[in-house]
């Protein structure tokens, strides 16, 4: 879809800001550009919507040379996301949303239906079209700057650290919404990120620059598994490192049937099926077994004087995996996020089994850092 051949910028001075970039983007793929600050994600980024001209070298989309076409109109073809939100202080959120379609001129009602059908795709209530940027907090202002990107429906979303600024609970919400609506709606996106957490869970591939240059272009598997020199070895760590023996393995094949309980039940049921079950965590699902929210102890013992309803009770955003994801991915956001456990939830968030971190670190000693008899003295020590 998106083709850099040969491209360049070079500032005034001789500053190589990008040198001799190509790269070729399929269509639907999601794409992390990362490096260290001042090694030419941005330029890159910009190039291809012609906020920034190349010094030398072609980008076409879809086999068009872009320096042909019309910037204004390119660039309102494409989305765009940055890293301060970008918000217009003085337009309502619906406004906001409706940015580009307005500039596009479409009418007040395909305007407002596109609106209205963005905003529930992030789950925030309809009455905050009607809002402005300030009354909203920063990750709820962060998901309206993706729904911006999203409204007059282009293909190609360009990102530059969009969720840079937010706390990592917030920013993990939206890398999982950015990826879902993604691969929902089938948009190829190019994100650029110094985090090389961000990139592995949402990149098909990374292309790590350095000064100017991409220095490897792969799957994150393929680079985590064949760093190409030491550059990128050291930028990835020693700690991601797949070692010589790569887990292939998926949640599900791991996964174990959680504790549920229906949305409609009272905190005296949450409380029995815990004490009968012996478990200090259900996972709160409705009538279709969709994944709602969960409720935990701690949960319980808080929203008890207040309400006796699991659904007032229960913590809503929470973090889940897709069946299919592969394990090595799950493991390390168990163990950064420092989480007791992950849900399995299928395309249409239904709740297929739970990944635990005892489970999970039975499965680490099993297959990517112990052999048999390392994991058996293990045990021996833990008893
Ligand atoms: P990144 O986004 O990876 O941090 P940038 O693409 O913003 O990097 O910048 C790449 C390099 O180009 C940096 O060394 C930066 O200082 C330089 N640069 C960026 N913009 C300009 C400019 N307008 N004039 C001169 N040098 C620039
Ligand atoms: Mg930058």
């Known amino acids: 879809m998106l083709k850099m051949e040969h491209v360049s910028k070079i500032y005034k001075g001789g500053k190589k800001a990008v040198d001799d970039m190509n790269i070729e983007i399929e269509r639907g793929e999601f794409v992390a550009f990362i490096g260290t600050s001042g090694s030419g994600k941005t330029t890159a980024l910009r190039m291809?919507?012609?906020?920034?001209?190349?010094t030398k070298g072609t980008i076409t989309i879809d086999g068009q040379d872009l320096?042909?076409?019309?910037?204004?109109?390119?660039?309102r073809s494409i989305g765009y996301v940055i890293q301060q939100i970008g918000l217009m202080p003085h337009m309502t959120i619906r406004e906001n949303i409706t940015l580009v379609p307005r500039l596009l001129k479409w009418s007040k009602e395909k305007k407002d239906q596109t609106a209205e059908k963005l905003i529930e795709l992030v789950n925030l209530p309809q009455?905050?079209?009607?809002?402005?940027p300030v009354q909203l907090s920063g990750g709820q202002q962060q998901r309206i700057g993706v729904l911006r990107a999203l409204a007059a429906n282009q293909d190609l979303i360009l990102m530059d650290e969009p969720f840079g600024a937010l706390d990592p609970i917030t920013r993990d919400t939206l890398q999982d919404l950015i990826k879902d609506l993604q691969q929902r709606l089938g948009k190829t996106v190019i994100f650029v990120?110094?985090?090389?957490d961000e990139a592995i869970k949402l990149a098909d591939r990374i292309c790590i620059m350095h000064n100017?240059?991409?220095?490897?272009?792969?799957?994150?598997?393929?680079?985590?598994?064949?760093?190409?020199?030491?550059?990128?070895?050291?930028?990835?760590?020693?700690?991601?490192?797949?070692?010589?023996?790569?887990?292939?393995?998926?949640?599900?094949?791991?996964m174990i049937t959680p504790v549920t309980i229906s949305l409609e039940?009272?905190?005296?049921?949450?409380?029995?099926?815990?004490?009968?079950?012996?478990?200090?965590t259900l996972f709160v699902v409705d009538g279709q077994n969709h994944l709602k929210g969960l409720i935990d102890v701690e949960g319980l013992t808080a929203a008890r004087h207040k309400t006796n309803s699991v659904s007032d009770a229960m913590e809503k955003e929470?973090?889940?995996?897709?069946?299919?994801?592969?394990?090595?991915d799950s493991v390390r956001r168990i163990l950064k996020r420092n989480l007791k456990n992950i849900p399995v939830v299928d395309d249409e968030h239904r709740l297929l089994g739970l990944v635990t971190r005892a489970n999970i670190v039975d499965i680490v000693y099993d297959t990517i850092w112990g052999d048999e008899d390392e994991s058996q003295s293990n045990q021996q020590q833990e008893q």
């Open 193 to 196: 990120t110094h985090d090389m």
């Open 212 to 254: 100017g240059k991409v220095i490897q272009f792969d799957t994150p598997d393929n680079i985590l598994s064949h760093p190409a020199n030491d550059f990128v070895r050291e930028f990835i760590g020693s700690h991601r490192l797949i070692q010589e023996k790569p887990s292939a393995k998926i949640v599900d094949d791991v």
């Open 265 to 280: 039940k009272s905190i005296d049921d949450a409380i029995r099926t815990m004490v009968k079950k012996r478990v200090d």
């Open 318 to 328: 929470i973090f889940y995996v897709k069946n299919g994801t592969k394990l090595q």
């Open 127 to 132: 009455n905050y079209l009607d809002l402005y």
């Open 67 to 75: 320096s042909k076409k019309n910037p204004v109109s390119l660039r």
């Open 48 to 54: 291809i919507n012609r906020m920034i001209e190349p």
